[in-house]
């Protein structure tokens, strides 16, 4: 009997770490996912304001780009800003010739709001709306470009919306499994991986196979779950943050090549 008592108390500890470990999930993994630093970029006229969906403004930038055939609107990271990404939007504008669109989540710059999974999935239903609305932006003529944190609003959009193409560079195929590689838990936040198949445009995923942040073999997963037509780049040797550094001129030649009529 002794060793029956031992194992209804095992399973008993075990039960109650699942549990805790579940809510401390659920309450906390909003301030591990979403690290908003101070605002880098002035809110200036150079600034747009769109309104959210649930009251509040998001702050956004847009680069137009004369004669231009797609806009790509840009998802950034977690720890990042629309002034942090100032560098890519232009660099994105002029090698591929096309309109940018970037913008910051709720909690983020000069935007409304507070952090939250809901919060930026129902925010980057707004801005998708101004760019077809306001903009005038064709849904065929949109990319959606997510990169890390912004591969979930991105795989999101693409899954329920038409688009032109969808672009994850560093993605995850969930937040919780950015840490422990499989779903432990029966919630999860920004599943892209189940979202994947619902895809109806063209999809590219780029990957570092050395990212220290969000292990390739997410991006292996996010691209074999994903329908044709669909591409990939796997950077040698390429970190998180580095990716673009690395690749050099075969990341815009995979870009350009995914935005050929």
Same mark, same amino acid.
């Given at each position: 009997?002794?060793?029956?008592?031992f194992l209804v108390v095992a399973?008993?500890?075990?039960?109650?770490?699942y549990?805790a470990l579940?809510?401390? =999930?659920?309450?906390?993994s909003?301030?591990?996912i979403?690290l908003?630093?101070?605002?880098?970029?002035?809110?200036?006229?150079?600034?747009? @304001?769109?309104s =959210?969906?649930? +009251? +509040?403004t998001l702050? =956004?930038?847009y680069?137009?780009?004369?004669?231009?055939?797609?806009t790509?609107?840009?998802? @950034?990271?977690?720890?990042e800003?629309?002034g942090?990404?100032?560098?890519?939007l232009?660099l994105?504008?002029? @090698?591929?010739?096309v !309109?940018?669109?970037?913008?910051?989540y709720?909690?983020?710059?000069? !935007?409304?709001?507070?952090a939250?999974?809901?919060? *930026?999935?129902r925010a980057?239903q707004?801005?998708?709306?101004y %760019?077809?609305?306001?903009?005038?932006?064709p849904?065929d003529?949109?990319?959606?470009?997510?990169? !890390?944190?912004? !591969?979930?609003?991105? %795989?999101?959009l693409?899954?329920?919306?038409?688009?032109?193409a969808l672009?994850? /560079?560093s993605?995850?195929t969930?937040?919780?499994?950015?840490? *422990?590689?499989v779903?432990?838990m029966?919630?999860?936040k920004?599943?892209?991986?189940?979202?994947?198949?619902?895809?109806k445009?063209p999809?590219?995923?780029?990957?570092? *196979?050395?990212d220290e942040?969000?292990?390739f073999s @997410?991006?292996q997963?996010?691209?074999?779950?994903?329908?044709?037509?669909?591409?990939?780049?796997?950077? /040698?040797g390429a +970190?998180h943050?580095?990716?673009?550094e690395?690749?050099?001129e075969t990341?815009?030649?995979a870009?350009?090549e995914?935005?050929?009529p």
């Open positions: 009997m002794v060793w029956l008592q399973v008993g500890a075990l039960a109650f770490a549990a579940g809510f401390y =999930a659920w309450q906390y909003d301030g591990l979403f908003p630093p101070p605002p880098t970029y002035p809110n200036d006229r150079d600034i747009l @304001h769109i =959210a969906a649930a +009251g +509040g702050a =956004a930038r680069l137009p780009c004369p004669d231009a055939r797609y790509v609107v840009y998802f @950034h990271g977690n720890a800003d629309l942090g990404v100032e560098p890519r232009q994105l504008r002029d @090698h591929l010739q !309109s940018v669109l970037a913008w910051d709720p909690g983020y710059g000069w !935007s409304g709001g507070s939250g999974e809901p919060a *930026t999935l980057a707004a801005v998708l709306a %760019v077809t609305g306001p903009l005038r932006v849904a003529r949109v990319v959606l470009y997510g990169r !890390s944190l912004g !591969s979930g609003p991105a %795989v999101e693409a899954s329920r919306q038409p688009c032109r672009i994850l /560079e993605a995850f969930s937040t919780f499994r950015v840490m *422990t590689q779903r432990l029966p919630f999860d920004f599943v892209n991986l189940e979202k994947m198949p619902r895809l445009c999809v590219l995923v780029i990957q570092g *196979t050395a942040v969000i292990p @997410h991006g997963k996010l691209f074999a779950a994903a329908p044709e037509p669909k591409r990939r780049l796997w950077v /040698e +970190g943050n580095n990716l673009l690395t690749a050099g990341y815009w030649q870009l350009r995914l935005l050929t």
